[in-house]
Nanobody
Framework: VQLQASGGGSVQPGGSLRLSCAASRSIFRFDAMGWYRQAPGKQRELVATITNGGSTNYADSVKGRFTISGDNAKKTVYLQMNSLKPEDTAVFYC????????????????????WGQGTLVTVSS
């Protein structure tokens, strides 16, 4: 069971990037997905979340610049990041909350949260 994140990279200030996070086939239910980020020397912080009902939540620092969206059929969440600033530089991690998935043996497993690997976003001129 895994979350596969992609889309990070380097961009100049004012530029845009789109992150994607796809849940593996074994995951069949979750309450929400979202993104955290961790900048060098700082704690991990919430960026944005979206529930399976479509409700969204954003950190104040990204409101109006970032947009989170989801495709339930594809079990994928996206983070469109516009007007990027140098202070957005961080490793971005996707996660899923209150997850149900099938183990390799076919047993249904409930897990509070699952994290994907990080993807680095660098905003620099």
């Amino acid at each position: 069971v895994q979350l596969q994140a992609s889309g990070g990279g380097s961009v100049q200030p004012g530029g845009s990037l789109r992150l994607s996070c796809a849940a593996s086939r074994s995951i069949f239910r979750f309450d929400a997905m979202g993104w955290y980020r961790q900048a060098p020397g700082k704690q991990r912080e919430l960026v944005a979340t979206i529930t399976n009902g479509g409700s969204t939540n954003y950190a104040d620092s990204v409101k109006g610049r970032f947009t989170i969206s989801g495709d339930n059929a594809k079990k994928t969440v996206y983070l469109q990041m516009n007007s990027l600033k140098p202070e957005d530089t961080a490793v971005f991690y996707c996660y899923a909350e209150n997850v149900n998935f099938y183990s390799d043996s076919g047993v249904i497993v409930a897990q509070k949260d699952i994290w994907g690997q990080g993807t680095l976003v660098t905003v620099s001129s």
